[in-house]
C-alpha cells in the first residue's frame, strides 16, 4: 500500500469516527465544550484530507481510470443519500433547505468540472 493511501485511508477513518461522534442529538456523550472541540478537529482532519486528495496525481492510464471510478461513485452515493434525505424529510413535511442546496452544489461542481476538463485538460 502506498504512503499516500495510508494516510487517505487514515485520513478517512479519522473523519468518519469524528462524524459518528458528532451525531450527537441529545447531548448524549458530549458536553458543549468537547463538541465544538470534536467540529474543529473535524474541519482539521477534513482540510488534511482534501489535500491528500487534491496533491494525488494518476501515473498512467489504470490509476486514472481507478480515480474516475472512485470519483463517479462518490458522487452517486453521495447524490442518492441526498435523494433519500430529502424524500424522507418531505415525507415527513420538514424539509431542511440545506439537503437540496448541496444537492444542487455537487451537480454543479460536476458539469462545471467536466466543462473545464474538457476544454483545458
Known amino acids: 500500500m502506498k504512503y499516500s493511501m495510508v494516510k487517505e485511508s487514515g485520513a478517512a477513518v479519522i473523519l468518519l469516527v469524528l462524524l459518528v461522534l458528532l451525531i450527537n442529538p441529545y447531548h448524549v456523550w458530549m458536553p458543549d465544550m468537547v463538541h465544538m472541540m470534536a467540529v474543529t478537529a ?4 477534513f482540510g488534511f484530507f482534501a ?5 494525488e496525481g494518476a501515473h498512467d ?3 486514472g481510470t481507478h480515480r ?7 458522487f452517486l452515493v453521495g447524490s442518492l443519500l441526498l435523494i433519500a434525505g430529502i424524500c424522507y ?11 437540496p442546496i448541496i444537492l444542487v452544489a ?10 473545464y476538463t474538457d476544454r483545458y485538460l
Do not use: F, H, N, P
Not at 474516475?68 to 462518490?74: D, H, K, V
Not at 424529510?89 to 439537503?99: E, T
Open 68 to 74: 474516475m471510478y472512485a470519483g463517479r461513485t462518490a
Open 89 to 99: 424529510q418531505s415525507i415527513q413535511g420538514a424539509l431542511d433547505v440545506w439537503l
Open 42 to 45: 473535524l474541519l482539521l482532519v
Open 51 to 55: 489535500s491528500i486528495i487534491l496533491r
Open 106 to 115: 455537487m451537480i454543479l461542481a460536476k458539469i462545471g468540472s467536466r466543462i
Open 61 to 63: 492510464e489504470r490509476e
